[in-house]
Every structure is written in structure tokens, then in C-alpha cells.
């Protein structure tokens, strides 16, 4: 398989729990971009990453929210002292062009 | 920063009918992608189609096409010969030039229910 891969696929937490989440990008994509997802609602932007650098960072992402992609190639996303209304799908996405090609998600449900 | 509408939170279709999604966004960019994606239920976002803005010519894949009115800002999807397969909620997602280079934000999408 040589889609995005994210890993894991599901995770329950309680509230003030650390998680962490893995993305696996296509290998060839330079760029790599998280976005939340929340119920009936459309992805929102997050992060990017072209390489190893981090370029830019939305507004939701409080301090609590850490990414890092060493290296350039895969990619974390740690969210420090879980609240409930964390509760979402993180998709995280690569591209080379300009088509971004996302994995599968990650469902965080915060107890 | 870009906005993105779409007006239809629901619509259906009969299969092989043809349906048509609507969208609207705001950018101050010159330079940028739109998409249409779709997402099945409990599975990963596909992309659709896609369209340069600089192209006048409207693009189309297959069953798919789109109507582009850069003036008017606006980026409807037509699917033609619907298909069980294409329930799925839709969405519309420019994206971001200069140093958000490849950002989409997306709208709040359509869900599409083919009925056989």
C-alpha cells in the first residue's frame, strides 16, 4: 500500500491524558498537512510541514498541540492534557503537487 | 483568509440522473487550485476533480464535471449518470497560495444520498 497511512485508527483517552498521533506521507511528498475534522463538519487546517520545516501554524492549534517531522518523513502530532473538546478526526494529508492525498484519519475520543 | 459556502447541506438524486452541487468561496488570491472532494461514509477523502483558476476551460473527469465563474467566484459540480457509489458527503476546497502554499479550506459540505 503506498497511500497515506496514520496510525492508530482509533483512540479513547481520558481527559488530561497525553496522545500522540503518526502520519506516514507518500514517500516522494515533500508536503505534509494536518487538519481536524469534527462531526458533519468540513476539515479544518491545522498544519504544514514542507519537509522538515514547519511553515505555518492555524490559530486552533493552542499550546497544548505539538507537530514535528523530523527528517522529512513521517510525522507526529501530540496533543498535551486532553480535553473533551479535542474530540475529533485528525486526517492528516501529503502532497508533491498540488493534489493533497489523505489517509485513513485518526478518531480521538476524549472521555 | 478564505471562506468557502456551500448552500446545499443535503441534496439527492435518482440513479443516472444528473445532480449539481453548489459552491462559493472568497479569496484574495490571484493564483490557486479549487477541488471537490469526496468522502464516503466512515472512509478517507478522494479527490474528484480539480481546477486551476487561471484555466478558463472548465474541467471535467469522467461522469464529473464543473462550472467555473471566477468573476462571480463560484465552483459548482455536476455529476452525471449518477451512481449508487457516489453517495458520499462532498466537499469544496480552494487552496491557498503564497506561503500557505497548498492549504485548502474547506466548506461545510453536501451530503449526497442516491436513491436506486
Known amino acids: 500500500d503506498t497511500g497515506v497511512s496514520q496510525d492508530p485508527r482509533h483512540k479513547i483517552t481520558k481527559r488530561g491524558q497525553n496522545v500522540t498521533f503518526r502520519c506516514d506521507p507518500i514517500s516522494e511528498h515533500n508536503r505534509l498537512y494536518w487538519y481536524r475534522q469534527t462531526l458533519g463538519q468540513g476539515p479544518e487546517f491545522l498544519t504544514y510541514?514542507?519537509?522538515?520545516?514547519?511553515?505555518?501554524k492555524s490559530r486552533l492549534l493552542s499550546d497544548r498541540f505539538s507537530a514535528e517531522r523530523p527528517k522529512g518523513s513521517f510525522s507526529t502530532l501530540e496533543i498535551q492534557r486532553t480535553e473533551q473538546g479535542d474530540s475529533a478526526m485528525y486526517l492528516c494529508?501529503?502532497?508533491?503537487?498540488?493534489?493533497?492525498?489523505f489517509g485513513p484519519g485518526t478518531r480521538l475520543t476524549v472521555l | 483568509a478564505q471562506t468557502v459556502t456551500q448552500s446545499q447541506p443535503e441534496m439527492s438524486v435518482q440513479e443516472a440522473e444528473t445532480v449539481t452541487l453548489s459552491c462559493t468561496y472568497d479569496t484574495s488570491e490571484s493564483d490557486y487550485y479549487l477541488f471537490w472532494y469526496k468522502q464516503p461514509p466512515s472512509r478517507q477523502m478522494i479527490l474528484v476533480i480539480r481546477q486551476e483558476a487561471y484555466k478558463q476551460q472548465n474541467a471535467t473527469e469522467n461522469r464529473f464535471s464543473v462550472n467555473f465563474q471566477k468573476a462571480a467566484k463560484s465552483f459548482s459540480l455536476k455529476i452525471s449518470d449518477s451512481q449508487l457509489g457516489d453517495a458520499a458527503m462532498y466537499f469544496c476546497a480552494p487552496n491557498a497560495g503564497g506561503t500557505s502554499y497548498g492549504k485548502l479550506t474547506f466548506g461545510q459540505g453536501t451530503i449526497l444520498t442516491v436513491h436506486p
Open positions: 494529508a501529503s502532497s508533491f503537487g498540488n493534489e493533497q492525498f
Open positions: 510541514f514542507q519537509n522538515e520545516a514547519q511553515l505555518e
